[in-house]
């Protein structure tokens, strides 16, 4: 009797429990029916992106070659699955003489038995890869790496920029023009089995990637490789701190070339300490710049008739103004001078008596007609504008001293841009980097150049061109000269202002902007160096820098020498 009760008591509980069971599924099934088919749809139709391909920047050459600067490369990654390896130390040896690597750098990584995944090695070459996969080793296998790369290391590192590793462009072209040359991501939405495959019939694009763009530079590729070469020689033979050089086509506003002192090289950007060395002191850092600047102040008097190259005045070594004292740079009196000599002899009491006949206001109204007070509209970030706020104060000694060129300060680009616009006869034009822009389609987007507005008249250009052949012929820049050919130009050396602000240190800054050939430029030449150690003037720093950089060009444009002067 107890025994049938007990036999009861089991089977009402398997009963209840039974009902219980029944109960859950009647709601798995068919009260929660859709919710379940929801979540079962989910954990195995996924949607995953389509990463697009960074797009590639490239120079030219004489013909339009182009030259890649920024591209992407597919590397090779060695990786092993330890606890899927037989013979761990067997594999050690085998890579080791495949990847050149030591087997006891190799070998500990193989032991850990319980380890899915250890990588050996990357960017292995080609025939490494290869020769492993030739081997068939189980556990062992290769990855390929997708990466944006500089082949040419640090050439133009400072018009480029670099790709960082979250794949956003930073500093430089890569900044710029990031939208463009990121492209568009793309959607891949499909079904996946059991085992975390996707199943071929259930895939599909939603939304197809587009690479990015590719960008085909003004940059001319043999002329940044010699201008590179011929900053890097007067930096070190000076021992100058720092240094920037610039090649520019006047009648266009192309940049040929563009570098800059210390550099950095962007497949390893990650290694510089000092982030100051990404910033591109061309367009994003200014400077007073000394002489360099009066065949500006030349060009104004002569446009408004004030002057003329014959004109002559009486150099009496120093200028008197309200309490202050304007001296020539080699503190001597030269007698009476023409307005050609005051350039020849970089005189800055002939600077100060041109721009005294102009007057404050025509003075300033053509410095900023040559571009010094805003930016010059380049496609590279970081721009800013000329420093000319001393003119505000009103102060007639601000205005002497800006003749020529101190107490005012521009960037290197924006000087280059308004001497080119002499070059030019007398049109400011637009400096820019990318002259096409080819989407992932093929299309190309052409960029033409851009006139900014006339400053000087034709004529006026004319006359200071010739004064700038005579300062190269007969003056201290002569040195610059190039057998056959009409050279233009004018340096120019500025006292660094002290960090305190009261006046300036001994430390100085050699400029030296000059273009040929002269009566129909092909290019011009801006080169700079800061903190020269052993000279103190540019006209014999530089000269023989810019002799060597013009005669190369001249020759590799293959342009007909100057048959005789105008």
């Known amino acids: 009797m107890i025994l049938e009760r007990r036999m009861n008591y089991v089977l009402l509980f398997f009963l209840i429990a039974m009902a219980a069971l029944l109960a859950r599924l009647f709601m798995l099934q068919i009260v929660q029916h859709r919710e379940y088919l929801v979540l079962a749809a989910q954990q195995h139709r996924l949607v995953e992106e389509i990463m697009p391909e960074r797009g590639a920047i490239f120079a030219k050459s004489r013909g339009d070659e182009l030259i890649p600067l920024a591209m992407n490369r597919t590397f090779g990654n060695v990786a092993v699955s330890p606890r899927d390896l037989k013979d761990p130390s067997s594999v050690a040896v085998i890579l080791g003489q495949i990847l050149d690597i030591k087997k006891e750098e190799i070998l500990p990584k193989l032991l850990k038995q319980n380890d899915p995944y250890e990588v050996i090695a990357k960017k292995i070459e080609p025939s490494q890869k290869e020769e492993i996969e030739k081997r068939k080793i189980k556990g062992v296998f290769v990855e390929e790496e997708k990466r944006h790369v500089y082949p040419h290391k640090t050439l133009a590192a400072h018009v480029l920029g670099f790709v960082n590793q979250e794949a956003e462009g930073k500093y430089g072209l890569e900044r710029i023009y990031e939208r463009d040359l990121t492209g568009e991501r793309g959607m891949l939405e499909g079904v996946k ?8 019939l259930g895939r599909k694009i939603v939304r197809p990637s587009r690479n990015g763009a590719s960008l085909v530079l003004t940059i001319d590729y043999n002329i940044q490789l010699k201008a590179e070469e011929a900053l890097a020689k007067a930096r070190e033979k000076w021992k100058a701190a720092s240094g920037s050089i610039l090649v520019t086509e006047p009648g266009t506003g192309k ?51 004030v002057v003329y190259p014959e004109t002559t005045y009486v150099d009496e070594g120093a200028v008197k103004v309200r309490g202050y004292t304007i001296r020539n740079f080699d503190l001597n009196a030269h007698g009476k001078q023409t307005m050609t000599q005051i350039l020849e002899k970089s005189l800055n009491t002939g600077a100060a008596y041109v721009a005294k006949l102009l007057g404050m206001h025509r003075q300033e109204e053509y410095l900023r007609r040559f571009g010094l007070d805003g930016k010059t509209g380049i496609d590279l970030p970081g721009e800013v504008g000329g420093d000319l706020s001393n003119l505000k104060t009103g102060r007639e000694i601000e205005f002497y001293t800006a003749s020529f060129g101190q107490g005012i300060a521009i960037t290197p680009l924006q000087l280059a841009s308004a001497i080119g616009a002499i070059a030019n006869g007398g049109t400011l034009m637009k400096p820019y980097v990318v002259e096409r822009i080819i989407d992932d389609a093929g299309n190309t987007t052409v960029r033409s150049p851009e006139a900014r507005r006339r400053v000087i008249a034709t004529s006026t250009a004319e006359m200071v061109t010739k004064m700038l052949v005579s300062a190269v012929r007969s003056g201290f820049e002569n040195r610059a000269s190039v057998k056959g050919y009409f050279v233009a130009g004018k340096t120019g050396t500025a006292q660094i202002p002290r960090s305190d602000g009261r006046g300036y240190s001994d430390d100085v800054i050699h400029t030296f902007v000059g273009y040929a050939p002269a009566f129909r430029p092909r290019f011009l030449i801006l080169l700079k160096l ?6 103190r003037f540019a006209a014999n720093t530089l000269t023989p820098a810019l002799h060597d950089l013009a005669e190369f060009i001249l020759n590799y444009y293959e342009i007909p020498t100057d048959e005789k002067e105008p």
């Open 193 to 200: 089995d059991a085992a975390g495959f996707w199943i071929a």
């Open 255 to 305: 940049i040929l070339a563009l570098a800059a002192l210390p550099v950095f090289d962007p497949n390893f950007y990650a290694k510089e300490k000092d982030l100051s060395v990404f910033l591109n002191p061309l367009v994003e850092s200014r400077y007073e710049l000394g002489s360099v600047l009066k065949p500006l102040t030349m060009a104004s008097g002569l446009e408004e008739g």
């Open 530 to 535: 800061d903190k020269p150690q052993g000279n």
